[in-house]
């Protein structure tokens, strides 16, 4: 059996095109959109996703404001950046780039920013919200992967999902918005016993590992018409890879992602539409 390719740059223009229509909506009430992203020393993979980010919001009508920040920046600095961002009623949403250079702690610069423009989903108010199914800003790259299922009609309810990845911006987020589908949800990471066994009795599985040299999903790993979600981008033996190879995978599953050409352009659309939602939460605070 040969499976479906979900097509990420198929859904991200979808995303993009209701965004748009979105957009041109606020900017009648007299709200342009606005993001304003943050990066701080000279990562080129880093660089390259704001790019991305910044060129998208143009395609929607969404207008940026670009802080590039000296890679020795201090916490006290990036607090005030942040907190000059969190006044300045023109931005609706805020987002710093990660990972962040070693003097500055990833915690704290990201709890600065107003939870109404967390447009990553990583403040404790927007994090602990989403725990209990309550939250508007939800991390981009996990958003983006639910709109995947809900573009093919993938329904979750009482499906088998493992996860492998337990970080705040992939793993985290993800195991409360799949509970929220009804799956049963074994999120696995680089300590978990018997993951090929856990695998292999998966309905669903979502990867984000990025590190072929320890960690690559095969096909003799997956059952039969599984579905594969992979998240991860790294490069291996001059390629840009995720952590299964596609064309393998797919000759067994029922559905997955390409790498690239799957999740990474989802995470960009998903920012759009945070950047929208956190617009119109300004708006009806009056701001
Ligand atoms: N670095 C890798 N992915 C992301 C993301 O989704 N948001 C931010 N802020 N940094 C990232």
Do not use: W
């Amino acid at each position: 059996m040969v499976g479906t390719k979900i097509d990420g740059n198929i859904i991200a223009q979808s995303v993009k095109d209701r965004v748009k229509k979105a957009v041109e909506e606020l900017k009648t009430q007299g709200i342009t959109p606005c993001l304003a992203t943050i990066l701080i020393g000279d990562n080129p993979a880093s660089a390259t996703y704001v790019k991305n980010k910044h060129k998208a919001c143009e395609e929607v009508g969404i207008v940026t404001k670009d802080h590039k920040l000296d890679a020795n920046v201090s916490q006290i600095q990036i607090n005030e950046i942040i907190e000059n961002l969190n006044k300045d009623n023109t931005v609706h949403g805020i987002l710093v780039q990660l990972p962040l250079p070693e003097q500055l702690d990833e915690f704290v610069t990201t709890s600065r920013i107003s939870p109404l423009k967390d447009v990553d989903g990583l403040t404790p108010h927007n994090t602990g919200l989403l725990s209990m199914k309550k939250a508007a800003l939800v991390a981009c790259t996990p958003l983006g992967i639910m709109e995947m299922f809900d573009y093919h009609g993938i329904d979750l309810d009482g499906k088998n999902v493992v996860l492998i990845n337990r970080s705040n911006l992939v793993g985290k987020p993800l195991y409360h918005l799949l509970l929220e589908k009804n799956a049963t949800v074994f999120a696995c990471h680089s300590k978990t016993k018997n993951l090929t066994e856990l695998c292999q009795s998966a309905d669903v599985i979502i990867t984000a590992v990025g590190n072929r040299d320890k960690f690559t999903l095969t096909p003799e790993m997956i059952k039969e018409g599984a579905i594969v979600i992979d998240v991860a981008i790294s490069r291996f033996q001059e390629k840009l890879v995720g952590d299964s190879d596609f064309e393998q995978i797919i000759q067994k599953a029922s559905f997955a992602t390409p790498v690239p050409g799957g999740v990474g352009p989802m995470t960009v659309a998903m920012l759009l539409k945070n950047t929208i939602t956190a617009a119109s939460l300004s708006s009806q605070i009056g701001r």
